[in-house]
């Protein structure tokens, strides 16, 4: 499909279509990111959920696919975060992302490099912070969106975010079809990024069985708990959230410590880098150590659903866009749409409103 919205973010990626693929643990890998890339969108690898030569893998399968831009999620609280950003100059990957806010150096590097870095954030105070460090974009998820998310609705943060900084705002959460694109647009977004909503693509590695889970839930099936990793995580409600919320921290922990080893296991990580990344995390969320040690829950936890196809023994994150979605479109096929309502609502065909003089 040709460029038919033209954004700061698609001057700034290099991408035709203002449309990001979020990086999803488990989720975000080579197939689904090259599939948004060839479509015209901003696909984002998810790196947390790998191992260092797992990652080098990924970007050069990627690569190998498609020659369009793409990006990488990382954890700027990794104990190998430089090791991480030093793979991307090397392989001159178009996009850092960031879950946490990197460091202003490590910024300062990437930028230097030609790399475009645009962290997440979910305050107005973080953005500004980040704006004035140098990133060149910022994503804004409100309290709609899917995983880790604060509790202010989108229409109320994107709005905060765009009138404090002047570089690319991108909006997440609650976006699935072109008039969110529309909508966001014009609160002065340069793009729309969305999770489940790529989640739920025929391209998406997700088993079907596990996909048919989301496509049957309503936009009240989900619920944000910090009983299952420490931190306010918005999953689609089971009964593994409801024993969570109904468990004891005490009765929590013994669950976590043992899918730590298993993720220790799977990822080939040492203990000492287990624990320095554990104490990273409690820094920088401010959290005390037994939530921290509830957080070795999600990654296996989000395997055993999304990997592994169990969702009723793991968590199935969601954003309360889920229960708006009932179909599994390709990504070229979703892009396409979404771009093609967006500027047809942007015209003002379609409308239930009419301009008078």
């Known amino acids: 499909m040709e460029q038919v919205l033209r954004t700061p973010l698609c001057d700034l990626t290099g991408v035709r279509h203002p449309v990001v693929q979020t990086g999803m643990g488990w989720v975000a890998g080579p197939s ?11 696909g984002i690898l998810a790196s947390a959920t790998m191992t260092l030569p797992q990652l080098a893998d990924a970007v050069r399968e990627v690569k190998e696919r498609t020659d369009n831009p793409f990006g990488v999620n990382l954890r700027a609280d990794a104990s190998d975060a430089e090791e991480r950003v030093d793979l991307l100059i090397r392989e001159q990957v178009r996009v850092a992302s960031f879950a946490l ?3 202003q150096r490590l910024i300062g590097k990437l930028k230097d490099s030609g790399i475009v870095v645009i962290p997440s954030i979910g305050a107005r105070r973080h953005a500004e912070k980040v704006a004035a460090w140098g990133a060149d974009a910022v994503l804004v998820q409100g309290g709609e969106g899917g995983g880790h998310t604060g509790s202010v609705a989108t229409t109320l943060l994107l709005p905060q975010v765009v009138d404090a900084v002047d570089i690319p705002v991108i909006a997440a959460g609650g976006f699935f ?6 909508a966001a647009l014009c609160y002065g977004a340069a793009g729309v990024a969305m999770g489940t909503r790529f989640l739920l693509t025929s391209d998406s590695r997700v088993p079907r069985e596990v996909q048919q889970s989301y496509l049957d839930a309503s936009v009240s099936d989900t619920v944000v708990t910090s009983q299952v990793d420490g931190l306010p995580h918005r999953m689609l409600r089971t009964a593994l959230t409801d024993a969570a919320e109904s468990r004891g921290l005490l009765r929590r922990l013994p669950d976590a410590l043992r899918q730590a080893v298993a993720f220790k296991a ?47 023994a793991g968590v199935l994150p969601a954003g309360q866009v889920v229960g708006m979605i009932d179909e599994l479109p390709s990504c070229e096929e979703l892009i396409d749409r979404i771009v093609t309502e967006a500027a047809r609502r942007l015209s003002g065909a379609g409308g239930a409103w009419s301009l008078s003089t």
């Not at 079809?177 to 529309?182: E, S």
């Not at 509830?294 to 999304?306: C, D, G, H, V």
């Open 266 to 312: 799977l990822t080939g990580m040492s203990w000492r880098q287990l624990v320095t990344d554990g104490l990273a995390m409690r820094r920088a969320q401010k959290l005390p150590l037994s939530r921290v040690l509830l957080a070795a829950n999600t990654p296996m936890l989000i395997k055993s659903a999304l990997v592994d196809g169990h969702p009723s």
């Open 177 to 182: 079809d072109g008039r969110g694109l529309a």
């Open 101 to 103: 806010a990197p460091s």
């Open 32 to 42: 689904l990111v090259s599939a948004t890339a060839r479509a015209g969108g901003l």
